[in-house]
């Protein structure tokens, strides 16, 4: 296993730096710049500007500049907040958007793991129609969609929840239920279909004739290998989480890293949106690492090699 972390680690490293340099180039090509895009700055004041962050020098020098800044753990300084560091609102951001993630994370897998069980267990009847159904609904509709709709029925007309803000905990019933459910339709429909398939091997039918209930069966032989399709699904899942987050935030108004990425794609944030980037490549491969060697765990016949 060791040495199956260590491979995948190195190559880790071609990887990032491949998503570092198109990242830097094409947030450069964009037009406009990180002091052009609120108003007209004097010529003079945006010379002086671009020399004191390094913005006059050849664009070769400035990825340079800023590989071996980044080599140091030095993600550089932010062009719309001049007295911070994208260390410091990565540091002051990410902790709301992996609660958000978290509770959304819970919404799905609470939601959908059931869900998906009831419904091969009772495969063919209403119950599983039913279950299908909420798959396929929730598949269809976006959270850009179901948000604002959650946020009128629940926050507006019934007054139960805030519809912005991250103060207290009903604050976080809105956002999490709207990013949860849109993937507690796919975690629906993935374990349905692995109970399925584990629910007709001939070890399942060996339990059933020695006289197993049938939660003996579904949550004592067949549970593990149906969840392996659930399981390969969490690391990209928690990935688009995170990811899905930009919507929520904005739409919530929620002061987490997805809306500060949002806000820097728009002001030229340079250095913000390349930081941002490189953190949701890291996260994305130390997950699907997690998650093949929970598959491993789960499934004995694969081998790390």
């Known amino acids: 296993m060791l040495r199956f972390i260590a491979r995948r680690l190195l190559e880790t490293i071609p990887v990032l730096l491949i998503i570092i340099t198109a990242t830097f180039f094409m947030i450069r090509f964009v037009p406009g710049g990180p002091f052009t895009a609120e108003k007209a700055v004097p010529p003079d004041v945006l010379r002086n500007l671009e020399a004191h962050y390094g913005l006059d020098r050849p664009l070769y020098r400035q990825y340079l500049d800023y590989v071996g800044s980044l080599l140091c753990g030095d993600l550089g300084p932010s062009f719309k907040y001049p007295n911070r560091t994208v260390n410091e ?8 958007s992996l609660e958000l993630g978290g509770w959304a994370l819970l919404v799905a897998l609470g939601v959908g793991l059931p869900l998906g069980i009831l419904a091969a267990a009772r495969h063919n009847r209403v119950l599983d129609h039913l279950c299908s159904s909420f ?6 509709v976006p959270t850009f969609v179901l948000g604002p709709l959650l946020a009128l029925a629940f926050g507006i007309y019934l007054r139960w929840f805030n519809v912005s803000g991250w103060y207290g905990p009903s604050d976080r019933v809105l956002p999490a239920i709207t990013l949860g459910l849109f993937y507690a339709a796919y975690v629906m429909r993935l374990a349905r279909g692995g109970m399925l398939e584990v629910l007709h091997q001939d070890y399942i039918r060996t339990a ?3 006289g197993a209930s049938e939660a003996r069966v579904i949550f004592r032989h067949a549970l593990r290998g149906g969840l392996l399709p659930v399981v390969s699904f969490l690391g990209p899942a928690i990935a688009g989480i995170l990811t899905g987050s930009f919507v929520i935030e904005t739409i919530f ?5 997805g809306r500060q990425f949002v806000n820097s794609a728009f002001s ?7 930081g941002t980037v ?6 994305l491969v130390a997950l699907n690492l997690v998650v093949d060697i929970v598959q491993v765990w789960l499934n004995p016949k694969l081998k790390f090699e």
């Open 89 to 96: 609102i990565i540091g002051d951001t990410l902790p709301v």
């Open 135 to 140: 798959g396929l609904v929730g598949i269809c």
């Open 208 to 210: 059933r004739a020695k």
């Open 253 to 257: 108004q929620i002061p987490g890293l």
């Open 268 to 274: 030229r944030d340079y250095t913000l949106v390349l």
């Open 278 to 283: 490189l953190l949701y490549a890291v996260l």
